[in-house]
């Protein structure tokens, strides 16, 4: 009886070590592999659908006219073309990558009133802690 009990052990002991070993992989992997589980490299360029839905949600918080939503559709599309262009030949410099999205910002803000600015800066703040939050998650 004790020697199949010893058996019984070393295969819990086996199964133990195989679940741990596989959960670690997972949680390794979505980490990216930096202290914190931090996301490494820029974040995936949202889709065609993506970006729509993101101006929409953008027209509905800074009530935007139809005119001002196309053009700022235009935008989105043209900017994360662009970063999309910038990120496939590999990893881009950060700062380029700074005064694209500053460039961009301006060229949005531009197609805004001066209320609408003040919305805007308002709404970039929150849903960048939004996307930092959603990061250390």
Known sequence: MRFKMNKVWKLVVVALIITTSACGQQRGGQGGGQQGGGQQGPPPVPTAKEIKTMVSNLAEELLLSEE????????????????EDKTSSGRPDRSEMEELKEDFENDVKDVLTEDQQKLY????KKNSKKRKSKREM
Do not use: D, M, S
């Open 121 to 124: 800066t308002t709404y970039q």
């Open 68 to 83: 001002q939503e196309e053009q700022v559709l235009e935008l989105y599309t043209a900017h994360f073309e662009e970063v």
